[in-house]
Each structure stands twice: as structure tokens, then as C-alpha cells.
């Protein structure tokens, strides 16, 4: 049974990175779409993008300029970047294993726990 | 982006009682509407993809259904266990988007 946990720093400072790893446990990342979803009281559930074990990505226009999502499947993980972060960034930030990427099966089977990142100075 | 909408925002149900959730969607989806389950301090739990069908491991008391860009989640004999926020999210277009969720409490 495959197995997601995330893994950074809690908190930020505004205009600088926000970087996290998700640690896939009990499968292969080789295989599937790998996706981070966050989740803000002002926002809800957001979709931040997606990487194929490919390397190949998929990014929410709304943050495409400031996301980066990348794999790496000699540590079995993948890892998200945003850029010049400010508080609206402050939401918990989920790994999930996206079943079908940018086909029509893109719903989300499995979830790591989610980690809180706060932005403040 | 397509906007999906959730009413009602919060509802009170009883054990036993049968609830229904519903999402609306702001064009055409087809069929690719998935539901999930999500407990405080926990990440969402997958119960229903492609509008109908129930992801392994999800109790049957759980079932979806479409009507145009109208989908319905329905719990039928509502378990302490249910007691949760739902939310909706759409497969058929990019960006993929969430509804705004429904929290069940126990009346």
C-alpha cells in the first residue's frame, strides 16, 4: 500500500522559496502522476500541479509562474518549489498520487498527512 | 476554470438518518466529479470518482449520481464515523478544481 509523507520547513519568510519533499513509501514513483494540493481557510482546497514519473509537469495557471514540481526516482520522492511567497501562501500543503495526471481520471487516491507552512517574517 | 458549487455549506443530520449533498458545476463536466471525505486535522479521504463509482474500501451506504452539471453525494444510515466535510472536485478540465465543502455535524 503506497504511502505519501511530506516533509520542509513550517515556516517561511515572505519573497523567498517554499520548498517540500513527499516521501513515497510502499510503491514506485515510476509510475503514475504525483501531484501537491494546499488547503488555506480563505481558499480551500487548491490544485498547485502535477509531475509524471516522466518528468513531465502540469501547473495551475494561477501559480505556474512561481511552481516548480520535480521527481526524484533514485530517492523514491518529488518536491515542490513556489517562489517569492507571501502570506496568502500560508495553507497546509498536501502530497497525493494523481491516478490519471491530465486525462479525466485526475482524481486523488492517496494523501499524504499535509503539513502546515506559515509565511511570516 | 470551472467552478464548482456545494450546497448546502453545513447540514445537521442524525445516525440513521439518510443526507444528501450536492455539486453544481459551472459548465459540462461529463461524468468526472469525485468526492471526498475529510476529517479535521486529517487529509481528504477519496469516496467516489467518475460521479458513481465507489473507490475500493468505501462503505456502499456511500453513492454518487449526475444529472447534467448537477452531482449528488448521498450517505444512506449515517454512521457516527460520517460526522465529516465533503468536498466535491472536478477530472474533466485543467486547472482541477474543489467545491467549497459541505460540513455534516452530528444534530
Known amino acids: 500500500q503506497v504511502q505519501l509523507q511530506e516533509s520542509g520547513p513550517g515556516l517561511v519568510k515572505p519573497s523567498e522559496t517554499l520548498s517540500l519533499t513527499c516521501s513515497v513509501s510502499?510503491?514506485?514513483?515510476?509510475?503514475?502522476?504525483w501531484g501537491w494540493i494546499r488547503q488555506s481557510p480563505g481558499k480551500g482546497l487548491e490544485w498547485i500541479g502535477y509531475?509524471?514519473?516522466?518528468?513531465?509537469?502540469n501547473y495551475n495557471p494561477s501559480l505556474k509562474s512561481r511552481v516548480t514540481i520535480s521527481l526524484d526516482t533514485s530517492k523514491n520522492q518529488f518536491s515542490l518549489e513556489l517562489s517569492s511567497v507571501t502570506a496568502a501562501d500560508t495553507a497546509v500543503y498536501y502530497c497525493?498520487?494523481?491516478?490519471?495526471?491530465?486525462?479525466?481520471?485526475?482524481?486523488?487516491?492517496?494523501w499524504g498527512q499535509g503539513t502546515l507552512v506559515t509565511v511570516s517574517s | 476554470d470551472i467552478q464548482l458549487t456545494q450546497t448546502p455549506s453545513s447540514l445537521s443530520a442524525s445516525v440513521g438518518d439518510s443526507v444528501t449533498i450536492t455539486c453544481r458545476s459551472s459548465?459540462?463536466?461529463?461524468?468526472?466529479l469525485n468526492w471526498y471525505q475529510q476529517k479535521p486535522g486529517k487529509a481528504p479521504n477519496l469516496l467516489i470518482y467518475?460521479?458513481?463509482r465507489l473507490q475500493n474500501g468505501v462503505p456502499s451506504r456511500f453513492s454518487g449520481s449526475r444529472s447534467g452539471t448537477e452531482f449528488t453525494l448521498t450517505i444512506s444510515s449515517l454512521q457516527p464515523d460520517d460526522f465529516a466535510t465533503y468536498y466535491c472536485?472536478?477530472?474533466?478540465?485543467?486547472?482541477?478544481?474543489f467545491g467549497q465543502g459541505t460540513k455534516l455535524e452530528i444534530k
Open positions: 472536485q472536478q477530472s474533466n478540465n485543467l486547472p482541477r478544481t
Open positions: 459548465q459540462s463536466i461529463n461524468s468526472y
Open positions: 509531475v509524471y514519473y516522466s518528468g513531465s509537469t
Open positions: 467518475a460521479a458513481s
Open positions: 510502499g510503491g514506485s514513483i515510476s509510475s503514475h502522476y
Open positions: 497525493a498520487r494523481d491516478v490519471g495526471g491530465w486525462t479525466v481520471a485526475g482524481w486523488f487516491d492517496t
